[in-house]
């Protein structure tokens, strides 16, 4: 008896322990060194390109390229997360395995509404993915024909998926690198339109069933930046003073602006058969080095909202992080602007954002005479937070974030080469690969005298959107610890007319 009772004590006491480890591990988890608190990223291992964003029963859905064994790049699923308002995600079960046809590679998912898949059952809308298969035995093997689009489908709001049993639907007419499709309604004709990454440009192919694929054209052999191969496309109209334009984003890797991969976009017209560019300019939807593969959710109705994976295939698989890798942008807001002659994309953060905002600390008629110290605003935002400027006369300026570590990062305005700039070579870690440092540029796209600029600043990274989000900069880097000094200088009195800093609240809490 003394021995069944000792038993069931040593039982209770090592269950007990097991909670209390289970209990300590969750309030570690999101908060281990260089995790942001206002990006999405996964509870642990390695994740790349967002994929099947859709928007169904009041539900963002996030789906992205995750590899559930290690931190570094593997055989592709498809990991799942929801958000009812942008901000605040809930990390799923896995969507999508590999299976006997091969990895799950990047994608897109639609509402089915009209139900012309026929997949819907007893009046239940069905969610159908459309995914490049990979076929890592054949790649090896050397063949062209490796990659395969198919799909699959949900019909309990994206919980469960099951694949359709005659993918491939789109197989491969000889091309390597056949992937990423996008897949969109075009209801003047009644139809699917599928936007493809194929090597070098764009193939568009149509079906009216999600099923039955056939070839309406390609575009961009000639177009745009080719300094590496075209990955993640997506196609989508927004309108300007009344009229429409469609707008093709292509992400391109390497061959970036600053380097690595990045992510360009053409605008034109759209006739549901052929894209036709208004002109042959290169235009980049983000200047920095730290964006890329992004797309935008589907089913949103007029509303376009963006979001790419901040990091950068050059360094993406050696950051030095040690239980997940790499993470989300904040979802961006798109619209276009007109400047300086031609019709650009333009970026800023969601509104949904607000619902992580803390405190507001607001100052008005800041003036910089050569520097001036604004720590003590911060020092309660724990390196998480909105920064405003508004100028009335663009010049000279550079804002400071540093620690006590001798670690900066530098942001600003040079008005010599007309060019904003952040400086993360001494910004914490970089030794982990070799291009990583670096000054980084990127255009003013504007001949306005005044400016209006936002900083989302995150632990780890900050987003740069200046001028109404014409020019857009990400950059990631890997602080000893944070951040937390804010300074700015300038190399003549500068008048800051409105200087706001708004706390960013932790999303995991």
Known sequence: MK???????????????????????QK??????????????????????????????????????????????GPMHWGHAV????????????????????????????????????????????MVAVFTHHDPKGEKAGTEIFQNQSIAYSLDNGNTWTKYNGNPVLKNPGIRDFRDPKVMWYAPEKKWVMTLATQDHISFYSASDLKSWKKESEFGIKAGAHGGVWECPDLFPLKLNGKTYWILVVNLNPGGPNGGSATQYFVGSFDGNKFTPVDSNTRWLDYGPDEYAGITWSNTGSRKIFLGWMSNWQ???????QVWRNAMTIPRELELQQSKGKVLLASKPVEELKNSYTKTIALKQVQVDKTIDLSSKISSFKSQYVLKLRLKQLQDYSIKLSNKNGEELLIGYDAGKDQYFIDRTKAGKT????????????????TAKNSNITIVVDKTSVELFADGGLTTMTVVYFPSGDLSNLAVTASRKLNIDNFIITGLSSIWK
């Open 315 to 321: 360094y993406a698989n050696q950051v030095p992080t």
């Open 28 to 73: 570690k988890t999101y908060t281990e060194q260089y995790r942001p608190q206002v990006h999405f990223s996964p509870k642990a291992h390695w994740i790349n390109d967002p994929n099947g964003m859709v928007y169904f029963n009041h539900t963002y859905h996030l789906f992205f390229q995750y590899y559930p064994k290690d931190i570094v790049w």
């Open 83 to 126: 958000s009812k308002d942008l901000v605040h995600w809930k990390e799923l079960p896995i969507a999508l395995y590999p299976d006997s046809l091969g990895y799950i590679f990047s994608g897109s998912a639609v509402v089915d509404s009209n139900n012309t898949s026929g997949f819907g059952k007893k009046g239940k809308i069905p």
């Open 3 to 25: 021995t069944k009772c000792g038993i069931l004590m040593l039982t209770a006491f090592i269950t007990i322990i097991g909670v209390c480890r289970a209990q300590d591990l």
């Open 431 to 446: 030794d982990f690969q070799k291009d990583f440092a670096g000054r980084f540029t990127a255009p003013r796209l504007t």
